[in-house]
């Protein structure tokens, strides 16, 4: 966004420091929604943050050398594709719309395979339209 | 009830002040405390999702609008009106009265701790089978609910590349086109 904060060493150091650990609390909070506080949009907010910090610091250029434009796109359209994809996949095998409990032969395995799925969608297009946004708004230069 | 005052303090400075840089700002730590209410009310979900969204990517999208447009607020030309000041408080009288009706806040006797709530305590162990209940509730019982939301964050994103992507794609199509062929495209891509 913008030159000068290219320049500062101390943002720089301590961004690619944290970067790192964004991610992986992301996914903690992606993986561990069901235990704990967290799930998809949460986890999809933070595993945009990390991006958009990288973004803020080292240039929108560079951010979308790291995720192109194709990937947020197709990204964003994937995770409601998984979603709805659950939904239809339950039609199919004999149950409602969203059932979860067709999914697997025991009724509760079939809920958890369903909500992690349906999980991973949400935070899937949350992440993706999160660093759409941003790089819409960042990457114009007036 | 302090964090609430802190709220209020934070909601009038928001409106008084007419530099916008320290306006976002604020409006980001109205969102945290926000967030530390919903802490204290024991709805840790939601704070998470409020500290992440709105103390934290939403204030660096406005920060993002600010470096487009300007950090400075206009002053507005039209003076004090008693009749917008009237409008504005039987309004609010309105809405507070609205709220007289509402059960008080973790009421046993409210509606939905009569019903839903019991429901899904009781029975989300067997059926879902997962410590969080609010996992549950969101992803399953409420799976429509949640699918929708998901719409209108898919929606959102393409309602922005459609308001602002289009038109950094058009300049840079009409300075790409306009070197090669002449200007006869860009005329065309103006009027679609």
């Not at chain 1, 961004?15 to 967290?38: C, E, N, R, T």
């Not at chain 2, 209940?133 to 399953?140: E, I, P």
Request: charged share 15%; hydrophobic share 50%.
């Amino acid at each position: 966004m913008k030159p000068e904060m290219q320049q500062k060493v101390i943002l720089r150091v301590v961004s690619k420091f944290l970067i790192p650990f964004i991610l992986l609390f992301a996914l903690y909070v992606q993986w561990h929604g069901d235990f704990g506080p967290g799930g998809g949009f949460q986890a999809g907010v933070i595993l945009a943050a990390a991006f958009i910090l990288y973004g803020l610091i080292f240039g929108v250029q560079k951010l979308r050398r790291v995720v192109p434009a194709w990937v947020t796109r197709s990204c964003l359209s994937l995770g409601v594709l998984t979603y709805a994809g659950v939904g239809v996949a339950t039609l199919l095998m004999g149950g409602n719309f969203l059932d979860y409990n067709v999914l697997s032969h025991v009724p509760t395995h079939g809920q958890h395979l369903g909500i992690l799925l349906v999980e991973i969608g949400v935070g899937v297009t949350v992440a993706s339209a999160m660093i759409t946004i941003f790089v819409a708004f960042a990457g114009q230069d007036r | 009830m302090v964090l609430l005052l802190f709220m209020l303090a934070t909601g009038i400075a928001i409106v008084r002040l007419r530099d916008l840089f320290a306006v976002v700002m604020l409006t980001g730590i109205f969102s945290l405390l926000g967030a530390a209410i919903y802490v204290v009310m024991d709805a840790v979900d939601v704070a998470f999702t409020e500290a992440a969204v709105g103390a934290g990517v939403s204030t660096v999208l406005m920060l993002g609008t600010l470096a487009l447009t300007t950090s400075k607020e206009k002053i507005p030309s039209v003076s004090f009106s008693w009749a917008g000041m009237l409008l504005v408080v039987v309004t609010g009288g309105v809405l507070i009265y609205g709220t007289l009706d509402m059960p008080a806040y973790g009421d046993k006797d409210a509606p939905i701790n009569q019903h839903v709530v019991p429901r899904y305590l009781e029975k989300s162990g067997e059926e879902i089978d997962l410590p969080n209940v609010v996992t549950s509730v969101l992803a399953s019982y409420r799976g429509y609910d949640t699918l929708g939301e998901t719409f209108v964050i898919f929606t959102a994103a393409i309602g922005v590349l459609a308001i602002i992507g289009r038109r950094r794609r058009k300049k840079y199509a009409s300075s790409d086109v306009g070197g090669k062929n002449g200007s006869d495209k860009p005329a065309k891509e103006g009027l679609s």
